[in-house]
């Protein structure tokens, strides 16, 4: 393991998105190392050290307009976020790269910008990646200057071997740049993992897209959010070993499960690091598509070296194979051998005795005596008889003894290298000559040239019987033809007339006559129409067939009917548009009729209703207005209250939001009518009443409510003095009767029935001012009492006995 100070402290810091280590801040980030598809290029670390104002904008880069400020600047956050959060995916993954390469060192990366800033973990890395050892470094450094020393060494290094590095130094590394070092670790995962095996990224995204062709809901259209299912990695997987992992275990609504089974597998069998987490892909969101490509090349690379382990395997097994047959191959040699001479012979007099056959009937073929069944019958006898039946054995066996041929010639080689006899070798090659390929293949082509000419000869002699029969054809085709293209072009020319005949203004004066001419125009367009046009089609196409038989015959052709039928619909459709036209026009024209007489009659629906509305609203506003001037408030609280209460429940809660709502429809209406008058290209409409005097009318109805309200509140108040006082006194009876119900329960025994209760209160309710003087008497007499029977409990108990029949007595007495 190697770390240096508060490696996890930091990495942990990073994580959650705060500073590090303030005394070793790392340089300004620029966004641009985030692009999602950007060429990866070494000029990435150049633009990260522009300025501001010569970086590239966020907004144009990601398609933002600048037409709203506030939306450009959440749009900015959110990629920001955006870009963070791609750029620790990327972290994690790369610093697992790093891990899985200094594996072999026995080294291990806990936080890689802190890591990585002595400069001994990138020198060892560039050691295991090139194969070359670095010859000076600083082990242990123990100050800024040593490690900007083995920085510099570990740059140069990368330099030697052709990676060019533009805008980046020692100190970049040594200050933590997370973009630097997330950009240079790219660029040594693209040389040593990608570009290493002949690759690019693009090349290893259409592998994979190949690899992964016919697997079920896998769908590779970029490095971006192809991969989050986890399904391209199983079908991958699957494909290149498809007993470690069965695709049909995998869902796409699982994307945890996929991803954990696929990096488990290619962990455990594949020794491929897990670079990846199922948590950190397992979003529809942007995925970091470096993390997937060095992930997805580290498969490749995993599957080719097992490839390779399974090729040397067989190659090893073949070798052994070959050890063991190669005692039994001399003995069975010269069985093959003289099987190869005597099937040659036997193949060699075939072909012969057919070269000679087909020859005769090449000349007999050439004779005009022959009609057109008898040449069929030929035909058919050579193509399915000879060519069908009898000749496909012959030309598999003549592969085969080409087959044998080599085999057993590779077989004597053979033996003459292991025995060294090479002079008798020679010899017995010499005896297999007429059964060499060369041969076989000269005897068979003779035995074909003549084949083919006696097909020749048929063919020629049945194309001159059809080419008389062909002619024949034609001509009754051509009658036919151009019958039906003259009966076409006449209905065509006829129909279109009668069109245009319907679209003028005369024809079109009513709203009938426009409604039977449109379902007319419709008929044709749905029923007459497309069956005449199916048929010019078809007419056409036999047209043109026709007109290649003649050029094919060499005969004149016909007149021009096709251009004329494609001419005619031109002028039948311009005739059916200018009909439709003009019924669209006509109906416009009745439409604005009805629509303006319908406009005038919800002008004049609206006025009643306005008039009536302000006649209704006048009046309440009089009517408050005559009530305070003549003091019509109430006599009485309980008068007074209840036109209050009348004026706010029932006017302001239901007729005043009633009027308001009245108000706001024929309002409405007006504003619909004036829209549909322009609409018209009408003027604006005379309102009565106008909406000056709607307004004042409500206006007016406002005031007057609130003088009337302010009134009644005016009027309440006075009542309400003089009924405080009463209430004052009121209180003061229900104090004594409270005090007199404080004392009395502790030496009740029972209670009356609560009506009898009842009624006995509003009795003493009555008369509690005259009991007051009475109750402050024997309230203090029981307490005289209880205070001796507190004091003496024992010696008082006659006392105490005689208060208490004294207290029943006077519960039973005077108290009732």
């Known amino acids: 393991m190697f770390s240096f100070g508060k490696s996890k402290q930091n990495a942990q810091a990073r994580a959650s998105g705060a500073q590090p280590n303030a005394a070793a801040a790392p340089k300004q980030e620029h966004p641009s190392a985030l692009r999602p598809k950007e060429k990866v290029e070494d000029k990435e670390l150049a633009d990260v050290k522009k300025p501001p104002s010569q970086q590239r904008g966020l907004s144009r880069e990601y398609g933002l307009g600048s037409e709203d400020a506030s939306e450009a600047a959440d749009a900015e956050q959110r990629l920001a976020t955006l870009r963070e959060s791609l750029a620790l995916q990327q972290l994690k993954t790369f610093t697992r790269w790093w891990n899985s390469v200094l594996a072999a060192r026995g080294l291990k990366v806990e936080d890689l910008i802190e890591d990585v800033k002595p400069g001994v973990l990138p020198l060892a890395l560039y050691e295991e990646l090139s194969g070359s050892l670095v010859r000076r470094m600083n082990a242990t450094p123990s100050s800024r200057f040593q490690m900007l020393e083995n920085q510099n060494t570990f740059l140069a290094a990368l330099k030697d071997k052709g990676l060019r590095l533009v805008n980046i130094g020692g100190a970049d590394l040594v200050d933590g740049n997370r973009t630097l070092l997330l950009g240079l670790t790219w660029t040594l995962i693209l040389r040593y993992e990608i570009q290493k095996y002949g690759a690019d990224e693009q090349e290893l995204l259409r592998w994979i897209k190949k690899s992964t062709e016919g697997y079920k809901d896998v769908n590779i259209r970029g490095w971006g959010n192809s991969f989050n299912d986890g399904l391209a990695f199983c079908a991958l997987i699957n494909k290149h070993e498809p007993q470690s992992l069965k695709y049909d275990d995998c869902s796409a609504s699982k994307p945890i499960d996929n991803l954990e089974r696929a990096f488990k597998v290619a962990e455990e069998q594949f020794e491929v690091p897990r670079l990846l987490e199922p948590e950190d892909l397992a979003h529809k969101g942007q995925q970091d598509e470096r993390s997937i490509i060095t992930y997805a090349a580290k498969l490749r690379q995993a599957f080719g070296e097992k490839e390779r382990e399974l090729r040397r395997r067989a190659e090893e097994e073949a070798a052994a194979k070959a050890a063991l047959e190669q005692a039994q191959q001399r003995e069975e040699t010269q069985r093959l051998a ?93 005896t297999l000559e007429p059964a060499s390929p060369e041969a076989m293949q000269k005897r068979w082509a003779a035995m074909e040239a003549a084949e083919c000419d006696y097909e020749a000869a048929l063919l020629a002699r049945q194309q001159a019987l059809a080419s008389e029969r062909r002619q024949k054809e034609t001509d009754g085709l051509r009658d036919s033809v151009s019958s039906s293209a003259e009966a076409m072009l006449e209905w065509a020319n006829n129909k279109a007339e009668a069109l245009l005949t319907d679209a003028a203004p005369d024809a079109l004066r009513s709203p009938a006559d426009v409604s039977a001419k449109q379902k007319a125009l419709d008929e044709y367009n749905a029923d007459e129409k497309p069956p005449k046009l199916d048929k010019t089609r078809e007419l056409q196409r036999q047209l043109h067939l026709v007109s290649d038989r003649l050029e094919e015959e060499g005969r004149p052709p016909l007149p021009p009917y096709d251009e004329k039928l494609n001419k005619a619909w031109a002028g039948l459709d311009s005739a059916a548009d200018a009909l439709q036209k003009a019924l669209d026009e006509a109906r416009r024209q009745q439409a604005k009729a009805a629509a303006e007489a319908e406009t005038d009659v919800m002008q004049k629906e609206n006025d009643g209703k306005a008039a009536a509305w302000l006649r209704a609203v006048d009046g309440a506003a009089s009517k408050f207005g005559k009530a305070v001037a003549e003091g019509n408030l109430g006599s009485s609280k309980e008068e007074t209250a209840a036109k209050l209460a009348d004026l706010r429940e029932k006017h302001q809660a239901q007729v005043r939001p009633q009027w308001a709502n009245e108000r706001a429809a024929f309002e409405g209406e007006r504003q619909r009518v004036d829209e549909r008058r322009r609409a018209e290209e009408r003027p604006p409409a005379k309102w009565q009443p106008p909406a000056e005097a709607v307004s004042a009318g409500w206006g007016s109805l406002g005031a007057k409510e609130r003088e009337y309200e302010e009134a009644l509140l005016k009027k309440l108040g006075q009542l309400q003095a003089e009924e405080a006082e009463r209430m004052k006194r009121a209180a003061m009876r229900d104090t004594a009767v409270s005090s007199l119900a404080d004392l009395l329960p502790p030496f009740m025994q ?41 004091k003496d409990a024992g010696g008082a108990a006659p006392q105490v006995r005689a208060a208490l029949s004294g207290l029943r007595a006077f519960s039973e007495g005077d108290k009732a």
């Open 338 to 430: 003289d099987d190869l001479r005597a099937r040659a012979a036997a193949l060699d007099k075939w072909a012969r005795d057919k070269e000679s056959g087909f020859r005769a009937a090449e000349t007999k073929a050439k004779a005009a005596s022959m009609g057109e069944d008898e040449v069929a019958a030929k035909l058919a006898e050579l193509r399915n008889g000879f060519r069908g039946v009898e000749k496909p054995p012959k030309g598999a066996e003549k592969t085969q003894l080409a087959s044998l041929y080599e085999k057993v010639r590779g077989r004597m080689l053979a033996d003459a290298m292991v025995s060294g006899e090479t002079g008798a070798t020679a010899a017995a090659e010499a």
């Open 750 to 790: 029972r209670r009356r029935v609560e009506q009898q209760a009842a009624e006995a209160a509003k009795a003493a309710a009555a008369e509690a001012e005259a009991l007051t003087p009475w109750v402050t008497a024997k309230r203090q007499q029981l307490e005289e009492q209880k205070a001796v029977a507190d």
